[in-house]
Nanobody
Framework: QVQLVESGGGLVQPGDSLRLSCAAS????????MGWFRQAPGKEREFVAG????????DYADSVKGRFTISRDNAKNTMYLQMNSLKPEDTAVYYC?????????????????WGQGTQVTVSS
């Protein structure tokens, strides 16, 4: 089993920045992709960003391109999401996800492991 724990959420104003972290423990895998998803009230969970094990491949939702940056430190079993220029529409619960396969997928059904989520609220 793999356990994922997110941290770093909070209440910020529009234009501010936050960095989310996702710490993995338990059975880690050598080639798995990871990703960030989010779910706003009344909406379905959506893909935000993904990264391959080697960090050579990343992908982003159009809504966050140029503002968010995903990264991972495999030695620390930790993934990050740097969020800049935050907007009220970024308000959601953010989830960390991992899969045993190497590809980045936009659909959450391809991810085997999930964290409990961390709330991000952007409001003036």
């Amino acid at each position: 089993q793999v356990q994922l724990v997110e941290s770093g959420g909070g209440l910020v104003q529009p234009g501010d920045s936050l960095r989310l972290s996702c710490a993995a423990s338990g059975r880690t895998f050598s080639s798995g992709a990871m990703g960030w998803f989010r779910q706003a009230p009344g909406k379905e969970r959506e893909f935000v960003a993904g990264i391959s094990w080697s960090r050579s491949n990343t992908d982003y939702a159009d809504s966050v391109k140029g503002r968010f940056t995903i990264s991972r430190d495999n030695a620390k079993n930790t993934m990050y999401l740097q969020m800049n220029s935050l907007k009220p529409e970024d308000t959601a619960v953010y989830y960390c996800a991992a899969r045993s396969g190497s590809g980045i997928y936009y659909s959450d059904r391809y991810y085997n492991y999930w964290g409990q989520g961390t709330q991000v609220t952007v409001s003036s």
